[in-house]
């Protein structure tokens, strides 16, 4: 087994170094956190199922235009990655008011929004994520604003892809959340959709039932996990034959 170095252990997901200059291994483990880690668990199989739907939205976003650190899916748990630079914000869209802004506004869940809703949360665990205005972001210079303009329009351009091909399927796409990266060309900066793209970071909901169908499930006690994530990944048709676990790389320090 090849043996690999470390680089980045997170709460759902591992970077070990890529095996060429500029690449990393992106691993994504069975762990599930709630709450900025406050509940925890080890859902068998989810690594494996986020895995292969963030290399098809990856692959489709790819498609049409839009750029993203994916290069290829390795195995069942691991894909090969673009180094990037992350910019230290979570993109969050919302086509329906819940979690935290149905809170917030004292909405009901799952009430529709007059359009989608672009914010920003900045990157800080120990914080909690805090929303904060595009006028911080600029003003700290964690972006610029053309940087703002193009995040805002890559941010519905995926919106477009991720409603009408959850829709497809007969699922709701209630919000989601992203990371954007950048990748330097020589000495120019490029925009890319970074992180991963799974039920981990959305809300899905059942066109009919209204069943939920993300990490919700895990985060209210409403059922299994796995159940949940196999059931979007079915409908996706991206559900492995054969769901088994690679023991991790050896790492040298």
Known sequence: MARRKLIYEGKAKILYEGPEPGTYVQYFKDDATAGNGAKKDVIEGKGVLNNRMSEFFMVGLGNIGIPTHF????????????????????????????G????????????????????????????????????????????????????????????????????????????????????????FPRLVVADEISPDCCRLWDVETGQKLDKDVFRQDLGNLADAYTEVARRLGVLPSNVTHRPKPTLIN
């Open 71 to 98: 290069i290829r899916r390795i195995n069942m748990r691991e894909q090969l990655i673009r180094q990037v630079e992350i910019i230290p914000l979570e993109v969050i869209v919302r086509n329906f008011a819940a």
């Open 100 to 187: 935290s802004m149905a809170k917030r506004l004292g909405m009901e869940e799952g009430a529709a929004l007059p359009r989608p809703i672009v914010e920003f949360s900045y990157k800080d665990d120990k914080l909690g994520d805090p929303l904060v205005p595009e006028e911080y972001i600029i003003a700290f210079g964690w972006a610029s604003q053309q940087d703002m303009d193009d995040i805002v329009s890559m941010a519905l351009r995926v919106n477009d892809f991720l409603s009408g091909t959850m829709y497809g399927v007969g699922i709701k796409l209630i919000d989601f959340k992203i990371e954007i990266g950048r990748i330097w060309d020589n000495e």
